[in-house]
């Protein structure tokens, strides 16, 4: 029997309609968090900067979630969550509104750190509290599932089509526009979240609770190596189809919109497959990628090429965030609430680490060496996979006939 039909029901307040405000509340985070990665050329352009120095606007929104994540759901204690949600939305709106209107560099620098804060504390909440979002009979990896979704939407919708509005009316009018589909949000939010009180505060030393747990250690390892992987060469996938493979921007934007709808199908994947090995699910995750950094200099120059491999970035980068919170709802299912802030945080370290080493390459190299640079971190979690974490299956649970 498979993890998703054993699973016993838990009690619930969510509905259908909660879980789908907080998938949507996703898609406008990660709009806003990634929206740079296609606008970076733009933005160097227009304030006279170069590329690497522009990727600060991706590297700092990382830096301020990381310290967010843990250390904000500390600050709430006891506060319905339901506030929390709609309080890191209300910022979220504030800091996309700011960044639209941005004078200069500086201030645009600051809109970014603030929006950094919602993103920390928006993940660290509402990816714990996905299974009381959830309807009951839902299991919880779906319900998972549904929430990242809301992260392969924005890939598939709301990067594209950012790139696509900066290309006519210019790069702020693309975080004009996700400013508003917040407010939208704020009041969705606003209308169906259930309350959320947690079963109980978190202290700071609760924040490692995942890391007490072997095989959720193992886990953050595998997950950590390849995140840099993607994070390093992600940031800069943009400017290597521009200055590397001299593609336009109307096949840029084309490129990344093919890249998100094959996220969906990667989440997909990741939410069926991760119900029965999600050790080989995340292996399979590793060994996509090792696929796609290995080819990409030489094939993603022509124009097929480029749609192969990024079809197929896309696939693993869509199941990749799903299958890292799965490995923890499975493994670590007592310490994921208190721990998962801390998750998060690591996540982030993954981003702001990732855009700032890979622009640094680019700065002072290039995007080939850069891609080829990654691949060294995915071929060691490979290897993590099948050393620190062998044999490590997913729970076997019955249930009564």
């Known amino acids: ?51 690497g120095t522009a990727g600060l606007i991706i590297t700092l929104p990382g830096v301020m979630a990381a310290l967010a994540a843990p250390l904000l759901p500390v600050a709430f204690k006891q506060l319905d969550r339901r506030y929390v949600l709609l309080f890191l939305t209300a910022v979220m709106v504030i800091a996309n509104a700011i960044t639209a209107f941005a004078s200069d560099f500086t201030l645009l620098l600051i809109s970014r750190m603030i929006l950094g804060i919602s993103i920390g504390g928006f993940w660290a909440t509402a990816i714990a509290l996905s299974g009381k979002l959830a309807p009951v009979h839902l299991p919880i990896a779906k319900a ?24 006519f009316y210019g790069w702020r009018s693309a975080f004009g526009i996700t400013a508003i589909i917040g407010f939208v949000v704020f009041l969705l939010q606003l209308r169906y979240l259930p309350k959320l009180i947690p079963e109980s505060s978190i202290r700071l ?33 943009a400017p290597f189809f521009k200055n590397v493979a001299g593609f336009n921007g109307t096949t840029i934007s084309s490129l990344l919109l093919l890249y998100g709808i094959a996220g ?18 995340l292996a399979f995750v590793g060994l996509c990628f090792a696929v796609v950094f290995f080819s990409f200099p030489v094939f993603a120059v022509h124009e097929a090429g480029a749609i192969v491999l990024t079809a197929l970035w896309g696939f693993a980068f869509g199941a990749f965030p799903t299958s890292a919170n799965i490995w923890m709802f499975v493994h670590a299912p007592q310490a994921v609430e208190k721990g ?23 700065d002072h190299f290039n995007e080939n060496i850069l891609i080829y640079g990654v691949l060294n971190f995915i071929i060691l979690a490979l290897i993590s996979v099948f050393t620190l974490a062998k044999g490590l299956n997913n729970p076997k649970l019955t249930c009564e006939s």
Not at 340 to 360: D, E, K, N, R
Request: hydrophobic share 55%.
């Open 340 to 362: 998962m802030p801390l998750f998060v945080g690591l996540f982030q370290v993954m981003i702001a680490t990732g855009s700032l080493l890979g622009g640094y390459i680019v």
């Open 1 to 51: 029997m498979n993890l998703s039909e054993a699973q016993p029901v838990r009690p619930s307040q969510g509905s259908w309609f909660a879980i789908l405000a907080v998938s949507i509340a996703a898609f406008a985070l990660v709009t806003s968090e990634f929206l740079p990665i296609g606008v970076l050329n733009d933005v160097a352009n227009d304030l006279k900067i170069s590329v």
């Open 264 to 281: 969906i199908f990667g989440n997909a994947f990741a939410g069926y497959s991760g119900n029965f090995n999600i050790r080989y699910t």
């Open 205 to 237: 030393h609760d924040l490692p609770a995942l890391l007490r747990v072997p095989k959720a250690r193992s886990g953050m390892l595998i997950i950590l190596l390849i995140g840099l992987a993607h994070f390093c060469a992600y940031s800069y996938l």
């Open 144 to 167: 998972t599932a549904v929430v990242m979704a809301g992260v392969t939407f924005a890939t598939v919708l709301g990067v594209p089509i950012g790139t696509w509005l900066s290309e």
